[in-house]
């Protein structure tokens, strides 16, 4: 037997006194250590006590003797803390497609399960992603992101789109993204192209917008330079870029007196002309001749679109105007001056008769010729409207044609004198 297994051992090149050891790590440390004990089962080769025959090393690995397998030990709650799988072995018990304990194990995967302290759990699916569970977009695959990458865009609960080339993900929108490729102005604090021609943004070829300092203005070449002065405007007039021009609705001057530098009135605001003159101004519903309490009640007029509030002394309750030149408005309204600024009345017919708003009728102006809707006088404001100082009983002015009052110190005469005997009031009344 000897020479025969000896014969094998050089035919084979992996017997070990006729034991054939199975391929693996633990065949070879064995071939290492072991090779010269002199065979299997022979008097040299410690022994397993035991019912087991055979090579001691087979209560550990598995191994065959002449053709015949004789197991190590079987895996079994004994001899694993784990599970056992299908090929006998050993395993943890805690990953998804071997899970148990004292078991044989379990793939919790084929059923969508979890592996969960040595046991199968099937967790319940998760809520879809849709705007009540998610800030962001949904993926295609249902998940939620932040929705601010270029290339998962998107608000709350929609689906994530990736922005097309030369667009960026702002405020979770794809938006184009400015620069000198497509911007011929400057690119805001937004990233947004504007015209880069206003002195809160200068700039040109797609650069940063700057802001000019106060004493300085952006030109053309989207630069900010010194401001040019001026040095001959007159009141009604501002100071642009070192040209005096009139005010009109969209340029204002920023204060009453001469050489004002202008200011420039985003639409729809307009330049007010009255209490708020110089200052940029959005226009209000009042018509021309309505009571109001500022320019931005009034609707801006057929003048320079100017909304205009008349307030001072003899006009109480404001009177809604526009400020105009000679031409400007719209007959039958008259262009007049009234507290050193040129503005549209509303004009009328029939001197004497009440005009739309009840605290206005209408009244000859100074040529005798024109009408127009002006507040009522009354004794309190007839000092500050009349030249005469004086107002009719309808609160038109005394002195003007057609609207004669009595002479003052005088009896008075006619259907109203009271017989003739009562003396004219200083009010143009008879007593």
């Avoid at 079994?76 to 998804?96: E, F, H």
């Avoid at 642009?240 to 420039?264: D, Y």
Wanted: hydrophobic share 25%.
């Amino acid at each position: 037997m000897a020479g025969h297994g000896r014969a094998r051992s050089r035919a084979q090149g992996s017997l070990i006194g006729g034991c054939r050891l199975r391929r693996g790590t633990m065949a070879a440390l064995v071939v290492m250590v072991f090779a010269g004990c002199g065979g299997c089962g022979g008097a040299s080769a410690p022994s397993t006590p035991g019912p087991m025959s055979g090579p001691w090393y087979c209560s550990f690995i598995r191994c065959e003797d002449g053709g015949i397998v004789t197991p190590g030990p079987r895996c079994s709650p004994a001899t694993c803390n784990g599970c056992c799988d299908v090929n006998g072995l050993c395993q943890r018990g805690n990953t998804d497609v071997a899970c148990g304990q004292g078991q044989a194990c379990t793939n919790c995967a084929s059923f969508a399960g979890r592996c969960i302290f040595n046991g199968c759990v099937v967790l319940d699916e998760p809520a879809p992603c849709s705007a009540a569970n998610c800030g962001g977009c949904c993926t295609a695959e249902g998940f939620c992101n932040p929705g601010t990458a270029s290339t998962s865009c998107g608000p709350r609960g929609t689906i994530c789109t990736a922005c097309a080339p030369g667009f960026g993900c702002e405020r979770q929108q794809c938006v184009r993204q400015c620069g000198a490729s497509n911007c011929s102005g400057c690119c805001d604090g937004n990233a947004v192209c504007v015209q880069g021609l206003s002195d809160s943004a200068c700039g040109r070829g797609g650069d940063a917008c700057q802001r000019c300092e106060p004493w300085t203005t952006c030109r053309s070449s989207g630069r900010c330079v010194e401001r040019p002065t001026c040095s001959t405007c007159t009141d009604g007039q501002c100071c642009l870029n070192g040209s005096c021009v009139g005010t009109a609705a969209e340029l204002c001057a920023t204060t009453g007196v001469p050489n004002a530098a202008c200011r420039v009135c985003p639409a729809p605001a307009a330049c007010g002309g009255g209490t708020e003159r110089g200052f940029c101004v959005n226009a209000g519903t009042r018509p021309l001749g309505a009571p109001c309490l500022w320019d931005g009640e009034c609707a801006a007029g057929a003048g320079t679109g100017r909304p205009t509030c008349l307030i001072g002394p003899g006009w109480p309750n404001g009177y809604c105007s526009d400020a105009c030149t000679t031409a400007a408005c719209a007959a039958p309204d008259l262009c007049w001056n009234v507290q050193s600024q040129n503005v549209c009345l509303k004009g009328c017919s029939t001197p004497g008769t009440s005009c739309g708003d009840a605290g206005t009728v209408c009244d000859l102006m100074g040529d005798s010729t024109s009408s127009a809707c002006l507040p009522r006088c009354t004794p309190a404001t007839a000092a500050f409207q009349c030249a005469s100082a004086r107002c009719s009983p309808d609160g038109r002015c005394c002195g003007a044609s057609g609207n004669t009052c009595c002479a003052t110190s005088s009896p008075c005469t006619g259907a109203a004198a009271d017989g003739g005997v009562a003396a004219c009031l200083p009010n143009g009344r008879c007593s």
